[in-house]
Structures are given as structure tokens and as C-alpha cells.
């Protein structure tokens, strides 16, 4: 069996590689931070123009017709350079958004590629949807959304009477929320406050269900990029500083740290790519594995990022150091579309449901 990436998700990872490293370097999502807009859409708008946004879409829709494992291959890239850019927000778009039973609703913001956000919470926010004559209202507060201050659309996974749904919120009329705080520079974080606003109800748990699946998957791919990145940096340094006459990467402790943290970014990679891989042809296994995926890179990027910063010592902790930029997109990827203990829960359910019913949990 293989395992590897095929040749041409290959060419497809060194095209997307060289697209980020001349567009996305840390420079750039340092000038974008200190816009107003907080995003970067002329970039956005290059990876637009080679079909990112409709990775998964079929041709004959306007996409290009490929797999979520295709799409895993542009989310690590997004995560190797903290992209300032919504592909994640806008892939889980495009699947609620697909399963659109009033045609046309929205359909502009995913085929123009604006900017999409998806309010997901583990439980601790307020909204809710409520039916309101033939259609759906949204109330309630959300917490904070990526790219929400700046998206023309919502997706909103919230408890509705027959329980989980999810709700696509027109964002284009409302006033957007501001920027709140200031834990992630690549990415713009506002709360939805929403008073019986009018949504679209696209689907119920099975659906809700799925976007969760995505969202895990996705950014435990997203903590690959970004925690493969800051080991090679946490390497490059150890070959570079020296001390006592030698480069610290000689000391058996730093060279430890390093060998740790390869063995957690390994098998960060192996369980994101598995996940992936049970999204793109809908196994039945995919939940237990994006959920095995976030636990696994959720709480292996905490370490890595730990170690980086221990391998460069004080430096590591500036401003002025480029580490800064994945270990605060990290610390947001580690809580978004459920943390590492909610995914442990999550997974404690789907094996006693085996158990339960006398299938095997391998």
C-alpha cells in the first residue's frame, strides 16, 4: 500500500510552496498586521486565480475537481508561512454552500472568493437558531471568528430545535464586528453579535457533523505547516548559534529537543494526512480520525512550539524574531473547531458507540 503523496499532489505541493515563499514571507504578514485590513487579498487573489478556493468543487461546476487530500496540501503550505488569507474558512464554506437547498443564496461570495468566516464553538457561545415564519433567525454571541471583521459571509454551526445545524448569515448589510485582541497577527479575530438576524438553514447534524470533520482536519494540517516550519528554524539555529567555542546544536540536549520534536511534527503528519484522507472519500471512519488528527496536532504543536522557543533562548521570545508569528497562529489552530480535550470527549463517544454495538474500535 501506498502511503506517499502521488507525483502530482507532489508537483502540486512544490507549486504551492514556491507560490508562498515569494508572496507569504514573514515580512509580508508583518506590513499586512499592521494594515487595517488585517488580511492580505491581493495574495488571496493570486491563489484564487489557480482554483485554491474550489480545490474540491467538480469541473463542472467551475472547480477543479480534485480531493480533500489535494486541499490538505495547500492548507499545510497555508500554515508553513501563517498565511493571512480565509482557504480554510472558505473550503467548509463551499460544502455548506453546495448543500444549499435555496438555490443561489450566497453562491456569489464563494464564486467571487470573497471573504468567508465559520463560527464554530464548543460550547461556550450563545447563539442559537430559532424558525421565524418559513424561514430562520440567528441570536445570540459567538466567539471569536477568524477573518469575521472582514467576511461578506457566514457559516454558522449552532443548536437549532432538532439540535446541531448549520446556517449561512449574510454578512454584507450588517456592521462588521471589530478586531478583538491581538493573539494571532495573520489573522483578523471578531465576534458575531447577532439579534434575530436572517439566516439560511442548509443542514442539520449529518452536516454539522461533517464541517466539523473539515475543520479539525483542517487545522491539524494548518499546525503541521506551521509547526514543520519552526522546527527547521529551531534547526537552522542550533547549526548557527554557538557557544563555548561550538554550535549548541552539538549539545546532546538541544539535539534531543530537535529529534522530539521531529517525531511530533511526523506524527502530526501522518494523522492530519489520515484525516484528510477519510474526508475526501467520506469513510466511515472520519470523524475518529480528525478527531484523532486535532488531539494528536493540538496538543504535539504546544510541544514543538515549546521546544523552538527553548532552542532559541531569549531571542525566540522578541518581536523581533519571526518564531512569534506561528507559536500565536498555533495557540488559535490548537482551539479552532475544538481543542484537544473536546476531541478527546468526541472520541470517547464514537468508540463506545462501537463498543456498544460489538464492532471492533481498530
Not at 500500500?1 to 509580508?28: K, N, T, V
Not at 463560527?119 to 461556550?124: D, I, R, V
Not at 529551531?234 to 517525531?263: N, T, W
Request: glycine share 10%; aromatic share 6%; net charge negative.
Amino acid at each position: 500500500m501506498e502511503f506517499d503523496l502521488s507525483d502530482d499532489q507532489q508537483a502540486l505541493r512544490d507549486a504551492a510552496a514556491e507560490l508562498m515563499d515569494g508572496q507569504c514571507p514573514p515580512a509580508r504578514v508583518r506590513e499586512v498586521h499592521e494594515t487595517d485590513r488585517g488580511w492580505d487579498p491581493e495574495l488571496w487573489g493570486r491563489m484564487v486565480d489557480q482554483g485554491w478556493s474550489v480545490v474540491t468543487v467538480p469541473e463542472a461546476a467551475g472547480g477543479l475537481g480534485l480531493s480533500f487530500v489535494e486541499a490538505a496540501v495547500l492548507l499545510e503550505q497555508v500554515g508553513a508561512h501563517v498565511a493571512p488569507v480565509p482557504l480554510l474558512g472558505t473550503l467548509v464554506a463551499v460544502e455548506a454552500v453546495r448543500r444549499d437547498a435555496a438555490a443561489g443564496f450566497r453562491r456569489d461570495v464563494i464564486e467571487e472568493a470573497a471573504p468567508v468566516c465559520v463560527a464554530w464553538s464548543a460550547g461556550t457561545a450563545t447563539l442559537r437558531g430559532e424558525p421565524d415564519g418559513s424561514g430562520w433567525t440567528l441570536t445570540g454571541r459567538s466567539d471569536p471568528v477568524p477573518f469575521a471583521p472582514v467576511a461578506d459571509l457566514a457559516v454558522v454551526v449552532a443548536p437549532d430545535p432538532d439540535g446541531a445545524a448549520v446556517f449561512l448569515v449574510d454578512l454584507g448589510d450588517l456592521a462588521r464586528p471589530p478586531r478583538v485582541g491581538a493573539m494571532d497577527l495573520s489573522r483578523p479575530l471578531g465576534v458575531l453579535d447577532l439579534d434575530r438576524v436572517p439566516a439560511v438553514r442548509v443542514g442539520g447534524v449529518d452536516l454539522a457533523e461533517l464541517l466539523t470533520d473539515l475543520g479539525a482536519a483542517g487545522s491539524s494540517l494548518e499546525l503541521l505547516g506551521a509547526s514543520a516550519t519552526a522546527l527547521a528554524m529551531a534547526v537552522e539555529y542550533a547549526k548557527d548559534r554557538v557557544q563555548f567555542g561550538r554550535p549548541i546544536g552539538s549539545f546532546q540536549a538541544v539535539k534531543h529537543r530537535c529529534s522530539d520534536m521531529l517525531v511530533d511534527v511526523e506524527g502530526m503528519r501522518s494523522s492530519a494526512y489520515w484525516a484528510a484522507w477519510c474526508v475526501a472519500v467520506e469513510d466511515l471512519e472520519r470523524s475518529v480520525a480528525a478527531s484523532t488528527a486535532k488531539t494528536w496536532a493540538a496538543d504535539a504543536s504546544k510541544r514543538v512550539m515549546a521546544s523552538a522557543l527553548q532552542v532559541h533562548g531569549g531571542i525566540g521570545f522578541t518581536w523581533e524574531h519571526d518564531l512569534h508569528l506561528f507559536l500565536k497562529r498555533a495557540q488559535l489552530d490548537q482551539l479552532r473547531f475544538g481543542d484537544a480535550v473536546w476531541h478527546r470527549a468526541r472520541l470517547g463517544r464514537l468508540l463506545r458507540a462501537k463498543v456498544e454495538a460489538g464492532t471492533s474500535v481498530l
